[in-house]
């Protein structure tokens, strides 16, 4: 099984921060990388697929890049409204999924 | 814009059999570009994958929960269901239907999801 190991777990930022979230693959999952956020009592909402495409309506302050064994999830300049936890998954085995573990991002 | 619903009982005993269906709106279930799929998330934890169907009825499930799951699908009425026999508590979760591309495989569209406690 692929295992999908994402750091940090917990992430202190303030408005207007630059951030990196990484997600790191057990083995080479090519570009088979998505990242989903995800606010208390709703479900995960895609922000990233393919690595690297911006799913449609999703900020581009949001943006995603990596191939093979890692990967990172950059948001450019917080927002109040990105703090939330943020999911890897890996599709490269489909449809054997793995998510991360997620990254809690707080405010500081 | 597609929207997916979950329906079902939000509590199952032990030893029963959870069942749980994903209505389908603003798009068909019959396209051939997507998959149905499940996923559940234990509170406090990240989602787990359950299983996908196509619209044909051919099924993948997690080997972790296989002996366990069934799906099937309802062109008719555009939806799909889980049943999931034999719960114990660790099979308390939010419950949730998607849709999944059948390119990069990424799910795009969520249902609310659904609170099912298993509990005597």
């Known amino acids: 099984d692929i295992q999908m190991t994402q750091s940090p777990s917990t992430l202190s930022a303030s408005v207007g921060d630059r951030v990196t979230i990484t997600c790191r693959a057990s083995q080479s999952i090519s570009r088979y990388l998505n990242w989903y956020q995800q606010k208390p009592g709703r479900p995960p909402k895609l922000l990233i697929y393919a690595a690297s495409s911006l799913q449609s309506g999703v900020p581009s302050r949001f943006s995603g890049s990596g191939s093979g064994t890692d990967f990172t999830l950059t948001i450019s300049s917080l927002q109040p409204e990105d703090f939330a936890t943020y999911y890897c998954?890996?599709?490269?085995?489909?449809?054997?999924?793995?998510f991360g573990q997620g990254t809690k991002l707080e405010i500081k | 814009q597609v929207q997916l619903q979950e329906s079902g009982p939000g509590l199952v005993k032990p030893s029963q059999t959870l069942s749980l269906t994903c209505t389908v709106s603003?798009?068909?279930?019959?396209?051939?570009?997507?998959?149905w799929t499940w996923i559940r998330q234990p509170a406090g934890k990240g989602p787990e994958w359950i299983g996908r169907i196509y619209s044909s009825g051919s099924t993948n499930y997690n080997p972790s929960l296989e002996s366990r799951v069934t799906m099937s699908v309802d062109t008719s009425k555009n939806q799909f269901s889980l049943r999931l026999s034999s719960v114990t508590a660790a099979d308390t979760a939010v419950y949730y239907c998607?849709?999944?591309?059948?390119?990069?495989?990424?799910?795009?569209?969520w249902g609310q999801g659904s609170l099912v406690t298993v509990s005597s």
């Open positions: 998954q890996q599709s490269y085995s489909a449809p054997m999924y793995a």
């Open positions: 998607a849709r999944e591309g059948r390119s990069w495989y990424f799910l795009d569209y």
């Open positions: 603003g798009g068909s279930i019959s396209s051939d570009s997507y998959y």
